[in-house]
């Protein structure tokens, strides 16, 4: 079993800043040759994709993200990272990683509240 765990999230002002961590753990067999990915779910809303990284390190993102949003990873430290600038209310939402066909468990995940 793989186990998921998001931080980074928190409080922050309309056009700020915040970087994501997830690391996973547990059996996986070798954490470079998964597609990664950022999901996030709005309060009364479905979890939805923000954006993916494949194993060769190439991002895809969210049209409601895009050029604002990067994800990068680390595999030797089995991590995702979700880097956010130029933050807007609409983000505010619990962040998530998982696979991008969402194999793995959900972890917690991490708030982002994002004041105006």
């Not at 494949?54 to 993102?61: D, E, I, K, R, V």
């Not at 969210?62 to 600038?85: E, H, P």
Request: glycine share 10%; proline share 2%; aromatic share 10%.
């Amino acid at each position: 079993q793989v186990q998921l765990v998001e931080s980074g999230g928190g409080l922050v002002q309309d056009g700020g800043s915040l970087r994501l961590s997830c690391s996973a753990s547990g059996r996986i067999s070798s954490f470079s040759w998964v597609n990664m990915a950022w999901y996030r779910q709005a309060p009364g809303k479905q979890r939805d994709l923000v954006g993916h990284i494949t194993s060769a390190g190439s991002a895809n993102y969210a049209d409601s993200v895009k050029g604002r949003f990067t994800i990068s990873r680390d595999n030797a430290r089995k991590t995702v990272y979700l880097q956010m600038n130029n933050l807007k209310p609409e983000d505010t939402a619990v962040y998530y990683c998982n696979t991008f066909s969402s194999d793995w468990s959900w972890g917690q995940g991490t708030q982002v509240t994002v004041s105006s």
